[in-house]
């Protein structure tokens, strides 16, 4: 799998920049295409299980009220890169992504809290 080089945020949500190379394998991702894990940082969306975008804890609820997500190409010798797809993320899935990571947070810190590793 590779992850988005580059993720940018807009008032609509966050753009994606992917390598140049993966986008024909990604472009036509459908909806059932798109799952969401849970890391120790927050979440990842995981497209066609080739492409993962990183979701820092600190961006969850922004993508929660602003769910497009832009896939852009990138490119170190274009200058101008295309737009591939636009996607619009369910918001029941990433509430339901935001208790499972918050549920994993919590019980991590009262397992090292219970073994004396704070």
Do not use: H, W
Request: some cysteine; aromatic content about 8%.
């Amino acid at each position: 799998m590779i992850e988005a080089l580059k993720c940018l945020i807009f008032q609509g949500g966050i753009i994606c920049l992917v390598d140049n190379d993966y986008i024909k394998d990604i472009e036509d991702t459908k909806t059932e295409d798109i799952s969401i894990a849970v890391n120790q940082k927050g979440i990842a969306l995981i497209l066609k299980k080739i492409l993962v975008i990183l979701i820092p804890e600190g961006l969850i609820d922004y993508l929660i009220d602003n769910r497009d997500i832009i896939i852009y190409t990138f490119s170190p010798e274009n200058y101008i890169e295309e737009q591939v797809m636009t996607i619009k993320l369910s918001r029941d899935a990433l509430i339901e992504a935001k208790s499972i990571f918050k549920f994993s947070k919590n019980l991590n810190e009262d397992i090292f809290q219970k073994k004396g590793f704070n």
